[in-house]
């Protein structure tokens, strides 16, 4: 069959050419590439917007936000199985100072923990969404919401990990004489155990088998030597740490507390590196290879380079009239550069408590961007978990905590 401009739509006559006759066949298939090319010019735009987007979105680590609806659900109880009423509050609720920076509670959702209050606090859209109480004794040092909605948490006599619905999923006791204040999850099966004791133990425990996969036998190193010596140090096992964590690279970073140093070791517990400081209760390795250290007795914390030098520090005493803070605990770095530093306000006798700031955030250039107070609501801050950071918790080396 043959076609011609007389014979068939103005369109296709275009394509066949107005004089010539063309079999059918190839004008149709002539249609076909050119409608081909058209759609493809026209919607190449969206789709390399639409590509563009899911590079971007795979590219960005996402945040534990997407799990907290699962706290507030129909099925959560208001106090679990496991559940114990704390202590009233020992301290006396001051004036909130005037004019804090940032946003109070509302400024980050949160984890949030405290030593000498037995309530763990979950914090979400400027309010408290959630509680877990366990009692009296022994006190929180360390907890972790993992991406798939449990809590993993030190309690000091205990290590566990809980479901949203206040169910214990798992469980491991200290031995006697010995303390856990530390832990950290490697994937979502492994958990780290930083154990005091005599001696002190560094474990990588199976949590489905209940294997200790790592072991091992920790030697206390010579202490600080610009420390005043304390014979009674060595027999201190609730001094010797609050703080160890497995780095990207696979080593082990100890801030041994009573003895005043941080000290790396590899996979075989050799160590690779070593910081003095007086009294480090936490110490994160950073993306850039430098190492963030708290320093409870000097009120500070401080960014080392890996040959000791110190590249950035901020001491409470440099905060703003109007901005109390005493002692100062453990320490997150934000993916945005700004440095966090949790306190539980000082001694019970020193005042702080009840008056001075639990939490604030400080830009590399030292600006106070956010001071939280609000002891009505919580209490004394040791750790906290930023809920709208990037990163996945169980993956070491991904949140700056």
């Not at 920076?101 to 309010?127: D, S, T, W």
């Not at 469980?171 to 930083?194: C, F, M, T, W, Y």
Request: with cysteine; proline share 9%; net charge neutral.
């Amino acid at each position: 069959m043959l076609l011609n401009r007389s014979a068939a739509s103005p369109a296709i006559g275009v394509l066949c050419g107005s004089k010539k006759q063309f079999p059918i066949s190839i004008c149709l298939a002539r249609t076909t590439v050119l409608l081909a090319f058209l759609t493809w010019t026209l919607m190449s735009p969206l789709v390399a917007a639409e590509t563009d987007s899911l590079l971007a979105a795979k590219s960005t680590p996402a945040t534990l936000i997407s799990v907290l609806d699962r706290f507030t659900g129909a099925d959560v109880p208001a106090i679990g199985p496991g559940e114990s009423e704390v202590p009233p509050p020992y301290w006396t609720i001051g004036p909130v100072p005037a004019d804090l920076p940032g946003k109070g509670l509302a400024q980050h959702p949160m984890l949030y923990i405290g030593e000498r209050c037995n309530k763990m606090f979950l914090v979400n859209g400027g309010k408290v969404v959630w509680t877990y109480s366990t009692g009296k004794g022994g006190e929180f040092d360390d907890a972790w919401l993992l991406s798939n909605g449990n809590i993993l948490f030190s309690r000091m006599g205990y290590a566990e990990e809980i479901t949203p619905q206040k169910k214990v999923v798992w469980h491991r006791a200290a031995p006697k004489n010995s303390e856990i204040h530390s832990v950290q999850p490697i994937g979502l099966d492994k958990v780290l155990i930083l154990q005091n004791g005599l001696p002190p133990r560094l474990m990588i425990v199976n949590k489905q088998t209940g294997t200790a996969e790592v072991d091992h036998e920790l030697t206390p190193p010579r202490p600080n030597p610009g420390l005043p010596p304390n014979p009674k140090v060595a027999l201190d096992s609730h001094g010797q740490f609050r703080r160890g964590r497995i780095t990207a690279g696979g080593t082990y970073l100890i801030s041994w507390m009573s003895l005043g140093k941080v000290i790396e070791y590899d996979q075989d517990f050799k160590e690779i590196w070593s910081c003095n400081a007086s009294r480090p209760w936490a110490a994160v390795r950073l993306r850039n290879g430098n190492t963030l250290i708290t320093d409870e007795k000097e009120q500070l914390t401080r960014e080392v380079n890996p040959k000791g030098e110190t590249v950035w520090e901020f001491k409470l005493p440099e905060l703003p009239p109007g901005t109390p803070m005493i002692g100062s605990q453990s320490c997150v770095r934000l993916a945005n550069g700004n440095t966090v530093i949790c306190s539980v306000g000082g001694s019970r006798s020193g005042g702080g408590a009840g008056k001075a700031c639990q939490i604030i955030e400080v830009t590399p250039d030292k600006k106070v961007v956010w001071a939280l107070c609000d002891w009505k609501t919580l209490g004394p801050c040791t750790a906290v978990q930023l809920l709208d950071e990037p990163g996945v918790p169980e993956n070491p080396g991904e949140l700056g905590r």
